[in-house]
């Protein structure tokens, strides 16, 4: 698996999106998209989810939004969470 990671966090509207979407566009099946962000991504993951992707979303004790998301159904994105 290879982990395409994006820090969000400090990025102003739209680029978490645009960032994302570039990785998505660009991703092969066992690549996996881990983002950090202040906010969960409402429109990415329907995005996403539109263009058969599979995403988990965690909110950790600083209340940061661990998403992962991948086209590899076969993988539980859980596993890949790291906090």
Request: proline fraction near 5%; charge should be negative.
């Amino acid at each position: 698996m290879n982990k395409i990671l994006l820090d969000a966090r400090e990025m102003e509207h739209p680029l978490p999106l645009q960032k994302s979407m570039e990785h998505l566009v660009e991703m092969q099946v066992n690549d996996y998209l881990y983002m950090l962000n202040n906010k969960k991504p409402i429109p990415l993951l329907e995005i996403a989810q539109g263009k058969g992707f599979f995403h988990f979303t965690y909110l950790d004790t600083q209340e940061t939004w661990h998403i992962i998301i991948s086209k590899n159904s076969d993988i539980n994105l859980k596993d890949l969470l790291h906090v």
